[in-house]
């Protein structure tokens, strides 16, 4: 309700508007008054799809000449945003539920054969699922990680100086690590050389033969790095019968275990302590692994392989 007219004799007191009329009983009301809308004449709902709608355009499209949208943009674009400020855009979009966001780099898998290599895929791990003694599908890939720790936030007390990351002069020495994680168990196997190369693939392939030596169907999905495609590598994939699958190209995020190695670095990588001790450094991160040498529901959960209903069915 807004206020017309009159003078106020009553004293103002907190409360709601309903409270008005009898803390200044010499002036007149009008039922409904006050505040314009936020965003006329649409809903709430309707502003929100509209503002969505329009973000996901180019600004180009509206005869805008730049790349990324600006709330001078936004409210020379959307009709009922035009007369207000920029502080006041910043604000209808913030109710909205709109911020401003880092952008992801995306990269679409330009393989002319991805729906048939991904069938591929999924049948052998349905095969997997259904015939747990038969067959087995072990997601495959490798990580580099150097003696300099990788900085990311911390939690610190506010308005105080960062955390300091320690390091020290010196060759950033890298460590490579070759690992698959069983599709089904979340059993990780892993090896962990100063390099990778088509030799420690070679011992690598030997090495998952020996941990599942009575299965018939061992399935090893993998990326496209040429070195999994060398002869000699093929020929020992062949000599342990393992069935290589190949992803799709540039389509990471069909291989599980990225998110393995996403776990490790949070948990491990990430400003650790082990700048002057390449060796600790290491043990750290075969302490972290040796977690899921058994298996690992956790795990699987982890890497978008099972569900949380199943996790919280099954247990650990």
């Known amino acids: 309700m807004g206020c017309t007219g009159g003078e106020g004799n009553g004293r103002w007191r907190r409360g709601s508007t309903a409270t008005w009329p009898r803390a200044w009983p010499g002036w007149r009301f009008v039922q409904g008054g006050g505040a314009s809308r936020l965003f006329p004449p649409l809903t709430a709902t309707e502003a929100g799809e509209a503002v969505a709608h329009l973000l996901h355009q180019s600004p180009r499209q509206y005869g805008i000449d730049v790349t990324r949208w600006r709330l001078a943009d936004v409210g020379q674009v959307l009709s009922w945003l035009t007369r207000r400020s920029l502080p006041g855009i910043y604000k209808v979009l913030k109710r909205l539920g709109f911020s401003r966001k880092q952008a992801q780099a995306f990269i679409r898998s330009p393989d002319t054969a991805y729906a048939l290599k991904w069938r591929a895929?999924?049948?052998?791990?349905?095969?997997?699922?259904?015939?747990?003694?038969?067959?087995?599908?072990?997601?495959?890939?490798?990580?580099?990680?150097?003696?300099?720790?990788?900085?990311?936030?911390?939690?610190?007390?506010?308005?105080?100086?960062?955390?300091?990351?320690?390091?020290?002069?010196?060759?950033?020495?890298?460590?490579?690590?070759?690992?698959v994680v069983n599709a089904c168990t979340g059993q990780v196997t892993y090896r962990q050389r100063s390099r990778v190369g088509r030799f420690e693939l070679v011992a690598f392939y030997e090495q998952l033969r020996q941990d599942y030596p009575a299965v018939p169907r061992l399935y090893l999905v993998l990326d496209n790095?040429?070195?999994?495609?060398?002869?000699?590598?093929?020929?020992?994939?062949?000599?342990?019968?393992?069935?290589?699958?190949?992803?799709?190209?540039?389509?990471?995020?069909?291989?599980?275990?990225?998110?393995?190695?996403?776990?490790?670095?949070?948990?491990?990588?990430?400003?650790?302590?082990?700048?002057?001790?390449?060796?600790?450094?290491?043990?750290?991160?075969?302490?972290?692994?040796?977690?899921?040498?058994?298996?690992?529901?956790?795990?699987?959960?982890?890497?978008?392989?099972?569900?949380?209903?199943?996790?919280?069915?099954?247990?650990?």
Do not use: M
Request: aromatic share 10%; net charge positive.
């Open 121 to 179: 895929i999924l049948a052998a791990y349905q095969d997997a699922v259904e015939h747990p003694e038969q067959a087995v599908l072990l997601f495959g890939d490798e990580l580099t990680y150097w003696r300099r720790p990788a900085v990311r936030a911390v939690h610190q007390r506010r308005g105080q100086k960062q955390r300091r990351v320690v390091n020290r002069p010196g060759a950033n020495t890298q460590t490579r690590i070759v690992a």
């Open 225 to 316: 790095w040429p070195t999994h495609k060398h002869p000699l590598v093929l020929e020992a994939a062949q000599h342990h019968a393992l069935r290589l699958l190949f992803l799709p190209t540039y389509a990471s995020w069909l291989n599980p275990i990225e998110k393995l190695w996403r776990w490790l670095r949070q948990d491990v990588l990430h400003c650790h302590p082990f700048a002057d001790d390449l060796d600790h450094l290491r043990q750290a991160v075969t302490r972290w692994l040796d977690r899921f040498r058994s298996g690992s529901r956790h795990l699987l959960f982890f890497i978008g392989l099972l569900s949380r209903v199943e996790l919280n069915q099954y247990g650990d």
